[in-house]
């Protein structure tokens, strides 16, 4: 099946920096792309919708300048947490779709001390 | 109330049995997804359906669009089933919607 990257996979920063996680899709190209967050023990929640050529599309309550997104070319999206806070340590996985399928990433793990 | 309801939350069973995982939706959709996460965080998607029963292994998959509930079914369980079954549905073609997930452990 096709395959989407993520990197890095693991990540720690102090409070205050910015971290950027690259997803990519490897064998296909994606218009779209999708960021999920993934607190302890909760459900996946759809962040944003990243749009290759354009800007993305933010779900309610999430800060767009908070997590900066660049779907620069069809096979790479970026998100970048930007000043970040613990609060924002959680798991961040993307997916991209291909025809009626989803492919997910393998995530992101990134704890801010 | 969630759009996406899963049960159980959490589910053991011994290896050999014979396991259903349910999840109810309460939104008009185009798929539904049954996804498995394992303690890594990787996700994997197992199955899509729209309609039907879809079989894959030891993994089926069934889905009731008039009653808005799918069932995940493995047979024949063994420890390496061990993680989360996530059941995902597909509202408008692109956006999913999660269910709260399904943590089964299977003992030897």
């Known amino acids: 099946g096709a395959v989407v990257s993520q990197h890095p996979s693991r990540v720690i920063c102090k409070s205050g920096t910015s971290v950027k996680i690259e997803c990519r899709s490897l064998d296909f190209q994606a218009t779209t792309m999708f960021w999920y967050r993934q607190f302890p023990k909760q459900s996946l929640m759809l962040m944003a919708t990243?749009?290759?050529?354009?800007?993305?599309?933010?779900e309610q309550g999430v800060e767009k300048d908070k997590f900066l997104i660049n779907h620069a070319s069809l096979t790479l999206s970026t998100l970048t947490v930007t000043s970040a806070h613990p609060e924002d340590s959680s798991f961040y996985i993307c997916s991209a779709p291909l025809g009626t399928e989803q492919f997910f990433g393998p995530g992101t793990r990134l704890t801010v001390l | 109330k969630n759009e996406v309801e899963q049960s159980p939350q959490n589910l053991t069973a011994q290896e050999g049995e014979f396991i259903t995982i349910n999840c109810s939706y309460s939104?008009?959709?185009?798929?539904l997804h049954w996804l498995q996460q394992h303690p890594g965080g990787g996700i994997v998607s197992l199955f899509m359906?729209?309609?039907g029963k879809k079989k894959h292994g030891r993994l089926i998959a069934t889905i009731n669009i008039q009653e808005k509930h799918s069932s995940l079914h493995i047979t024949a369980s063994h420890p390496r089933d061990s993680a989360v079954y996530i059941c995902a549905v597909d509202i408008n073609a692109d956006k999913l919607i999660f269910g709260t997930g399904t943590r089964l452990q299977v003992f030897p």
């Open positions: 990243s749009n290759e050529g354009s800007k993305a599309t933010y």
């Open positions: 359906l729209s309609s």
């Open positions: 939104v008009g959709i185009s798929a």
